[in-house]
């Protein structure tokens, strides 16, 4: 053969499947990206980034002195403007690494209705969008699982984008992982597993890392259960099929039994000192995006209405 020949040959099953998966991610990866950014930028108008007190050069607050505060941190120019002495708080300056995780399985991979779009799709501009808000903020994003370290800025955006397209599809739990100290945990997905289940792996979890958020996404007929008549439900991940003669007979039973997920899910995040937030894919993006981003850092419950 002569040096610069070029080889012709026809790829594998394997190789010409990863070639359109890849294509397909491509493909799929600027809309993805273009809309996050601009629903970050909305949700960004109305929120001052993510201020904590902690050391830093910038001024955040005064605040009266308490029992045990340094007294070099006491402003006495402040405080003798009045009878309360003052200490001057500033801005934590250090960047904080945020862990973020959105189920990818295949009860995700759901609508019903073609106006709506899949949970999956939602959670990953949920999370992108969050993504790009942690990023311009300074701090440092990193997938639960995933193995790749932090990212920041915008290119680090585009990998986690990338990263998101391929994630296994297989996890309706997040990954059993100790992460790094201080660290913060997002968790994004349906959560209509087990509450045993769920409780056994979200303590787990939370021996390793305090400070968590989660928020349930739900399609609005897994809430109403709105259907009539004669219907055979499929499952997903392999619970098998279930005919049901009058699906309204069910409704009222259906309805209990989803509440008592939802306040067992909402109990859960209460008894970690996470903050819980819950929301539908008929509801904007940026209600669900605004609740999450501006309870990092908190501990409180909430459900965006």
Aim: charged share 25%.
């Amino acid at each position: 053969m002569a040096f610069g020949a070029k080889i012709r040959g026809r790829p594998t099953s394997n190789e010409a499947g990863l070639r359109e998966r890849a294509q397909s991610m491509a493909a799929a990866l600027p809309p993805l990206l273009v809309q996050a950014e601009r629903i970050a930028a909305t949700v960004e108008q109305g929120v001052h980034g993510r201020r904590r007190v902690g050391p830093g050069d910038t001024f955040w607050q005064f605040r009266r002195y308490q029992p045990g505060d340094p007294v070099g941190r006491i402003d006495w120019r402040q405080s003798a403007k009045a009878d309360p002495v003052f200490v001057r708080e500033s801005e934590w300056a250090a960047a904080q690494t945020i862990y973020l995780w959105r189920d990818a399985s295949a009860s995700m991979r759901w609508r019903s209705g073609r106006n709506l779009p899949e949970k999956i799709e939602r959670a990953d501009l949920v999370t992108l969008a969050l993504a790009a808000l942690l990023l311009d903020a300074g701090e440092r994003v990193a997938l639960l699982g995933e193995g790749a370290p932090p990212f920041t800025g915008h290119r680090g955006l585009e990998r986690l984008a990338l990263l998101l397209q391929h994630h296994p599809e297989d996890q309706s739990l997040p990954p059993d992982l100790r992460l790094p100290r201080h660290a913060e945990l997002v968790l994004v997905g349906d959560f209509l597993s087990p509450l045993a289940t769920l409780e056994t792996r979200f303590k787990r979890l939370a021996e390793y890392q305090p400070h968590g958020h989660i928020l349930q996404l739900l399609d609005p007929a897994e809430q109403s259960l709105p259907f009539t008549g004669r219907i055979r439900f499929e499952g997903t991940e392999r619970e098998g099929d279930a005919l049901i003669g009058r699906v309204e007979a069910i409704r009222q039973a259906y309805a209990e039994r989803l509440q008592a997920q939802l306040d067992g899910m909402a109990a859960l995040a209460r008894t970690l000192g996470w903050s819980y937030a819950l929301t539908t894919t008929d509801r904007s993006p940026e209600s669900a995006l605004l609740a999450l981003y501006r309870r990092l850092g908190e501990r409180s419950e909430v459900r965006i209405r």
